[in-house]
């Protein structure tokens, strides 16, 4: 693909631009957050490169159980886009190197966020983490209404730590996007976007000290677990494959006097395998699934002074876990290898949500340059999970999050200057579980308080460049504030905690 080709042609508005070409993407490109891939045609952007790099701290107790009070990650990156004739390229290309202190009771990576099949340990030791992506997008415009594209996605990972049982784990997930275009006439186009995600994920333990005796966590949701010590299997293996499919379809409706509208309808279908023992056994980890339908719509309006987009969306999943109960026994015929016989199996975890979120943004522009910018939204999340387990466990609860940020652009000479400023706060209206004894203290309950406790927060970010020649070169710094606001329903675990997040870091611009 053309990837990382750009831009020693700019044209002089081209250059003033580059310092804010991601506000103009997000205002003026209609098509900027839908999952077609042909919205690279319809960018306002030309020919560019970005090339940044950056290093990100966070330090404080306000956190999900299963992450770090302590992090501290070093990034380096490069995105680019080159217009030709009929076809643009565009790529992107990003490397990061971190280090989580004193992280504990998940050693997974890249699986899905609301997969229950989870393996961990309750040592706390400290992962270094490595992270690579790649994406290549290509858009061909061949005639007048008809637009084809392909995006290419690959994501790989790994992480480690030297403390005994000495977790290691690889992840990858490689996403193809074809899409087309086609205009309809009147203003009127259709869209038609799919892709499809190829995730494996490997984990595997180490222990060299024999003496001691850990324990492995099989997850299999709401704090409900079996387990397996390193005296059974000291080398824990755990295999993860899954695959998803995503459909989507764009309608978009432009009057050419200054209003646009985009409809856009998806569908995706997930399943996610865990399987433990690699050539050694067989432990049927469990089986996730998740399906998913949501349909957003985006209105744009305005003149060459000012733009308004407003968005309002609506995503309904459900997902479902498939849990094997099984038995350890030695068998006779493989010199008494370790093996599993499966007793029962069937659905474990079930959990439906639906979510409601709008967003409203507003441009001022100044010569086709944005000068001011404003970006408020809110989200509404209703959840409800039941876990199959003895008579039952539950875990309900509907919460709201918010933001709104403000950023003011500056350009004197050849110096720019971008001010932005913003706060943000979520609640949960309700929220009630009924969840097992075992590791509520330490597991169940923490884990519930942060996904529904009070808390306020705010950002702060400057950034300045200057123009030398045909290049902009410049520093960033950012900082990030969350503090827990919430009445200890569950836990007093994040009594009076809070989390630091800083940011500094240098980019060219051409």
Known sequence: MCVLAGGASLRAQEKVQLPVYKELERSGNLFSESHNPTSLWFSPLSNMIDFQADYKLERGDFHDLDESSKTGHFGVGMAGRQR????????????????????????????????????????????????????????????????????LDYDTGSSANQTDPRPKTDGMHFVITPGIQYGLGAGFSLGLSGSFNLMSES?????????????????????????????????YPRDYNGTEYTGALQLAWDSGRGIANLLEVRYASNSEEARDGGATFTFLGGDYSRTGFSVSDRIRFGNERRVHNLIIGWQHKTVEGIWYEQTAYYDPEKNNQLAFKIQTSGLKNRETASTLQGEYRFDLLREGTPSFSLDAGARLEQSETIHYEGDGNSRKYTRITGGVTASKFFFFGRNQLTATLGVAGGSALNASQTVQERLREVYTDPQFEYMTGTWMGGNVEIRYRRLFGNLWGGLFARAALKYYLGANTFTDRYDATDRRCFTFGAEILF
């Open 203 to 235: 984990i595997t333990h180490t222990v060299l000290d024999p003496r001691e005796s850990y324990v492995y966590f099989r997850f299999n949701g709401l704090g409900d677990y079996s387990t397996i010590s390193t005296g059974t299997s000291q080398s």
């Open 84 to 151: 030709f004739n009929k076809v643009v390229c565009a790529g992107s290309i990003r490397y990061d190197d971190g280090k989580e202190f004193a992280r504990r009771w998940n050693s997974t990576l890249q699986i899905a966020d609301d997969n229950p099949f989870i393996l961990g340990d309750s040592i706390p030791s400290d992962f270094n983490t490595q992270r690579f992506v790649l994406s290549g997008n290509v858009a061909y415009h061949p005639f007048d209404r008809l637009t084809l594209a392909l995006k």
